[in-house]
């Protein structure tokens, strides 16, 4: 799995979960416009990466964990899915500890 990331790791953070036939590139779009605002992660399957080999759900949702905990990421804003990808957000946030949290507008 490989994973990019945009704007400020203080900022609250979302996780975008790409969809099957694409990689975590495909959400920058939508994270440059984030950005200034958000902590996005885009990770990419493993499925996708050059080198690498597809293990299991259960795998890629450990190297997930593994890097927001690297990045010490405690809490998202927001998890992003679509297509394929909304069903490995969905174990995601089934088994996560993470809290998803609301932000309060100033």
Same mark, same amino acid.
């Given at each position: 799995?490989? %994973? ?11 996780? %975008? %979960? ?8 495909? =959400? ?6 984030l ?7 885009l ?11 597809? =293990? ?7 190297q997930?964990?593994?890097? +927001? ?8 804003? +927001? ?8 069903? +490995?957000?969905?174990? %995601?946030?089934?088994?996560?500890? +993470? ?8």
């Amino acid at each position: 799995m490989q %994973f990019a990331t945009r704007g400020d790791r203080q900022s609250p953070a979302i996780l %975008f %979960f790409h969809a099957m036939g694409v990689t975590g590139a495909s =959400s920058e779009p939508v994270a440059r416009y984030l950005q200034q605002n958000y902590y996005c992660i885009l990770p990419t399957s493993s499925v996708y990466c050059a080198g690498q080999k597809y =293990s299991s759900k259960a795998d890629e949702l450990r190297q997930i964990e593994d890097f +927001l905990h690297g990045q010490r990421i405690d809490r998202l804003a +927001l998890v992003v899915a679509s297509s394929i990808g909304a069903d +490995l957000a969905a174990a %995601f946030l089934a088994q996560t500890r +993470l809290p998803m949290v609301r932000r309060e507008k100033s």
